[in-house]
């Protein structure tokens, strides 16, 4: 009894295999009569929409939020190791905005808390969506694809204003700029600051003080390697072609990325460069504004790689 049961079994399964061996034979045929008589062809890498260059497009030149009609806006961002930019969105409630999102490096995230906005920034790809915020609020925004050392620290905010305070705000905005007599023209503390947390508050935080052992500190620490032989160069490299390694400051080590940051203009490296020289407790190391537009634009003919800027520090008398 027992061995018919098997044999009967066994001899369903051989069916079976067969069925599915015939069922093989045909899909592979399909596969290889399409590749070799219809020109199909498997997809590759090369076949993907070329990489959007991002500084092409004049949204990202300099993203952010743009009237695009009555009550109608525009929101363009870019999500770079480790932080969006721009890192604040302001918005008035009850506005249609569209969002054009892309990243200049790796893939990130762009999540925001209590909506249903959730979604992928993938370099060479924008990505386009609408919403309208009907209540105020502040939303935050947080990348959620790993990404590197500070993932978690990539994050955002879109604050939902009143129609009127919104309104009010734009106003104020658009007024000119009280005279500051001690500021030298060309170089605006202003627009250091906007650079400075747009591109720079995530990681070195809005007090300069970066976060123990994982973003170094700026404040007080910048102009210590400013007044160094060779401090005023570093910086500007540091800026514009990124620094990797370990590095020590004030005692503690710091083994991050620093970012290149050569997609800003000239005149935004020099203005985060003087603002942050200014700031904190690098206020009043340094006399007036160091940098001009015009003190970058060599440098940007001697690229560097990360690797090369982290030797620098030892050249200018940093114990690395
Ligand atoms: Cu960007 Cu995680």
Do not use: K
Not at 107 to 127: D, F, M, S
Not at 128 to 137: C, K, M
Not at 265 to 271: C, G, N, V, Y
Request: hydrophobic letters at 40%; one cysteine or more.
């Amino acid at each position: 009894m027992r061995e018919e049961q098997h044999e009967a079994i066994a001899r369903w399964e051989r069916r079976w295999l067969a069925v599915m061996g015939v069922m093989l034979v045909v899909i592979v045929v399909f596969i290889a009569y399409s590749l070799a008589m219809e020109g199909a062809h498997i997809g590759q890498l090369s076949q993907r929409g070329a990489p959007v260059e991002l500084n092409r497009l004049e949204m990202f030149q300099s993203p952010g939020v743009r009237e695009t009609g009555p009550n109608q806006f525009q929101v363009s961002v870019v999500g770079q190791a480790f932080s969006f930019a721009p890192a604040l969105v302001q918005l008035p409630a009850g506005a249609e905005v569209t969002f054009f999102a892309s990243s200049r490096d790796v893939l990130h995230g762009y999540q925001v808390q209590h909506t249903n906005i959730n979604v992928e920034l993938i370099p060479g790809e924008v990505a386009t969506w609408r919403y309208t915020f009907n209540e105020p609020g502040e939303y935050r925004v947080s990348c959620n694809e790993y990404c590197g050392i500070s993932h978690q620290n990539m994050i955002g905010t879109i604050q939902v204003l009143p129609a009127e305070e919104y309104a009010a705000l734009q106003e104020q905005e658009a007024a000119p700029p009280a005279a500051e007599g001690e500021e030298p023209a060309g170089v605006s503390l202003a627009l250091g600051a906007e650079v400075y947390n747009t591109n720079c508050v995530a990681c070195h935080q809005a007090t300069g003080e970066g976060l123990p052992a994982v973003f170094p500190p700026l404040s007080g620490h910048a102009a210590n390697v400013y007044v160094l032989d060779g401090g005023r160069e570093y910086l500007v490299n540091v800026l514009l072609y990124g620094l990797v390694g370990a590095i020590d400051v004030d005692g503690v080590t710091y083994n991050g990325v620093m970012p290149a940051w050569s997609q800003l203009s000239d005149e935004q490296i020099a203005a985060v460069l003087n603002y942050v020289l200014s700031s904190w407790e690098n206020e009043g190391q340094v006399e007036g504004a160091p940098y001009q537009a015009e003190d970058i634009r060599p440098f940007r003919g001697e690229p560097q790689t990360p690797e090369e800027v982290f030797s620098l520090r030892g050249l200018i008398g940093m114990d690395q």
